[in-house]
């Protein structure tokens, strides 16, 4: 039994078609331009770098932007346009396996405390509330450094401090939806618990959950650099956007460009996610898409 909701969402979906570009907003589709820039140099990074993005040349270190590096070198002679392209696969990665990771884990404990309700919802949410009660990056740089400094635990800890928004915003959803009329005809036709969770409830929640997830994956890539900056995430020679600017800021007032290109790429990558964010908004609610 399909539910109204989902029927409402593919009428909704098939007027955007049928009507005005998804993305009106010039800014909403330069957003996607750009992420499709930054997912092609990470999926093709040996191509599009021009040089080994760890290989040293102590003859050409701290060389300005030029013909032959675009972008500068650091201060071991890497050429930081290369390093800027596999920084984009790093960071992508961090976002893709932070979402993938708090979005599942979180909508899951939002799902079952929703529907569940009673001393479940309790239990659950109270845990949840611990986790949202502490700053992000903060709970994020204590976690990173009880497990000690990587990558993998960076993301790790990323994840862990991110799951609770999930489950705070897929139980509000449940909650919404769970006394609605299609939910009480499937349960009168016998349906379990298991399938009405998973094919009349979780896909009426989708929509909130896949805009959080946007702005989630620029909140990643930041969060990532931030713990990469003070040393708790990636470490070097890794060329991560933000080891780059770490290695950088000793050298900011006499080679500026070892940081600024790297905090530009920060800038445009999660600034283009969070615009990506609106557009899924204004997408599935159409009252709130602005004129352009």
Do not use: K
């Not at 949840?128 to 903060?138: G, S």
Request: positive net charge; proline residues 7%.
């Amino acid at each position: 039994m399909a539910s109204p909701a989902v029927g409402a969402l593919r009428l909704r979906g098939a007027g955007l078609r049928a009507g005005a570009p998804v993305f009106a907003n010039p800014l909403n589709a330069a957003a996607l331009a750009l992420i499709g820039a930054f997912a092609i140099c990470a999926v093709l990074a040996p191509i599009v770098a021009p040089y080994d993005p760890l290989a040293q040349a102590l003859g050409s270190r701290l060389e300005p932007p030029s013909p032959e590096h675009w972008l500068g070198t650091d201060q071991l002679g890497r050429d930081i346009a290369s390093r800027l392209v596999y920084g984009a696969r790093i960071s992508l990665v961090i976002g893709i396996v932070v979402v993938a990771l708090a979005g599942v884990f979180g909508t899951l404990v939002g799902l079952v405390a929703g529907y569940a309700g009673g001393l479940v919802d309790e239990t659950l949410m109270r845990v949840t509330e611990v986790f949202l009660a502490f700053p992000p990056l903060i709970l994020a740089m204590a976690i990173a450094g009880a497990l000690g400094p990587s990558l993998t635990n960076a993301i790790i800890a990323i994840a862990a401090v991110t799951w609770a928004i999930y489950a705070r915003l897929t139980r509000g959803q449940i909650l919404s939806l769970r006394r609605r009329e299609f939910v009480e005809a499937a349960r009168a036709i016998g349906a379990s618990r298991a399938r009405i969770l998973a094919r009349h409830l979780l896909p009426n929640a989708l929509a909130p959950l896949l805009i959080q997830a946007s702005f989630d994956m620029g909140s990643a890539i930041i969060s990532a650099a931030g713990l990469s900056f003070i040393g708790f995430g990636a470490q070097p020679p890794t060329p991560e956007w933000g080891v780059m600017i770490s290695e950088g800021r000793n050298f900011i007032s006499t080679q500026p460009w070892l940081s600024l290109f790297p905090g530009l790429a920060i800038l445009f990558a999660v600034g283009s996610f969070n615009l990506l964010g609106d557009g899924l908004r204004d997408l599935f609610d159409p009252r709130l898409r602005r004129s352009v």
